[in-house]
């Protein structure tokens, strides 16, 4: 469920004895505003400028982008909540070391690669950022006797691209093709290669402002999966997945993974025709999905799934 209008909400798994986090914040209401409005830094461009030899000017080359930070400053408020100072002075204790343990995403820090997710509602427009929550400082304040702490706190992102909230997902069933007969000599057993209907052009539109990362799931039974996206790239895996059995392709920054059944890596079994996983983004605008392999039973099919993209909130 998205955050309501001006909320922040910070979310993440657990992990063994480690809490997860569903920690919401940025309004009155939550107990936690912001005094300030929030401030995304985005990182220096990394120039792959060279200067020219012996001449004036540079070569411009590759240039990367690093990733944003978000910084809040936030009114952690427990003056209603009790009718004396101690109980005040409690009240806002405990919701500082609320705050503290979500952001201190101890159940984050002992995995590799693993993102929380920073949801918010700006403008009526649902979006999340992704990476992990980094400084939390509680200001020292005599108010805080009475209830009140003011609170700094920084939010490190995996890049600097804000996500639509809502993801999309679609699927694309395999068909054979039509034949109006078949021509000898047969062997057995008869199989028959073919492609999906697709998902044509129309169907299918990527939203957002900037192209964006899928997550392609093929599920059994397919010999030799491919998914195309017509006219840009096409990802195959010489593999044969049985009835039940799934290879997740997830091109995500965080992620990179080729997955047999959610454990087993077959990042090796893709053809060398396939881009490499980060180039193997979505890009703006209409697009036809076609789903390619060996299927005897018809019943194959894949799902694409990913959020639409955006350079600002």
Known sequence: MSPAEGEWKLSYGANGVHPGASFTFGTLRSGYYLLEPHEIAYGDTDAGDTPLPRADGIRFGQDFKAAA?????VGVDAVDDAFTQQGRHGANLDRLSVMGQAWDAEALRLRFATPATLSTMQGGRARRFYGRP?????????????GYTPVVATFACQDDTAYDDVGQNVR????????RGLVGPLTTPLTMTGESSGKVAGDVTVGGNKPTWPVITFHGPITQPVCEVVGRWKASLNLTL???????IDTRPWARTVLRNGNASVAGLLYR????????RLPIGRQDFVLRGTDTTGTAYMTVAWRDAYAYL
């Open 134 to 146: 980094r400084k939390w400082a509680p200001a020292a304040s005599k108010l805080t006797r009475q």
């Open 69 to 73: 930070t978000i910084t809040f400053e």
């Open 273 to 280: 025709g396939t881009p490499r996983l980060e180039d193997m």
């Open 172 to 179: 694309i069933d395999i068909q054979p093709p039509p034949h």
């Open 242 to 248: 049985g009835a039940g059995e799934r290879v997740v």
